[in-house]
């Protein structure tokens, strides 16, 4: 916690890139170093790798949805659902693609906005390493408690919250190194872009009523 915190100091009076450090694991560090995973990630990664991870994460995505599917308790047609489900599979990759790209631009330009020094790649880095490494392993944690636990309950709204903040705790730390600003900037950032889709999609089901039966 004294190297995040040290990492947020004085970001704004940086010049010039940080430190990298050298012993970075980022499938394991991202989860409590997001600032010096980063940093480490921005010196390693490329925009087209961090597609790849992107698309890589979309995939896997997909084999939950065919799990969830194969196991959820209850009667209806399994089958008809998985054959609709491969049929849907193309379109899920398009549209997962598309926020991508939307959500790392929009990322780039809110950070801008808050006196931010970043370029459009940077944030396709933290859009897809911060999204994919922890959805693998805390999506892995939810879909187990899904199954094993309850479907609803105080378990499941618990193990949610604590995704919700750690994920949210993550992504934060990573747009603040990036962009190089205070934490409290790069929360504005996520929140802002959060409150942008959210309002994206209650226009857009004014105007096409059959999407508000896609969110609770």
Do not use: H
């Not at 010196?43 to 997909?62: D, G, I, K, P």
């Not at 054959?83 to 790392?104: C, D, G, H, R």
């Not at 330009?109 to 911060?130: K, P, Y």
């Amino acid at each position: 916690m004294d190297e995040e915190r040290r990492a947020g100091e004085g970001a704004e009076d940086r010049d010039g890139p940080p430190e990298t450090p050298p012993d970075i694991n980022p499938w394991r560090d991202i989860f409590f170093r997001p600032r010096a995973t980063t940093r480490w990630l921005l010196a390693n990664e490329t925009a087209a790798s961090a597609q790849m991870m992107w698309l890589s994460f979309t995939a896997l995505f997909v084999v939950m949805l065919f799990l969830t599917v194969m196991f959820y308790p209850g009667d209806f047609d399994r089958q008809e659902t998985k054959i609709q489900l491969v049929k849907f599979t193309p379109v899920i990759f398009l549209l997962s693609w598309l926020y991508y790209i939307a959500e790392s631009y929009l990322l780039y330009a809110l950070s801008r906005l808050m006196g931010g020094r970043c370029e459009v790649w940077e944030m396709r880095v933290v859009n897809a390493f911060t999204t994919a490494i922890p959805g693998v392993f805390l999506g892995v944690v939810r879909l187990a408690v899904f199954f094993l636990i309850a479907r609803k309950g105080l378990v499941t709204t618990l193990v949610d919250n604590v995704i919700l903040i750690w994920s949210s705790y993550i992504t934060m730390g990573a747009i603040a190194t990036a962009a190089n600003i205070p934490i409290w900037r790069a929360m504005v950032v996520y929140v802002g872009s959060a409150g942008i889709w959210i309002a994206a999609y209650y226009a857009a089901a004014a105007v096409l009523p059959g999407l508000a039966g896609l969110l609770p």
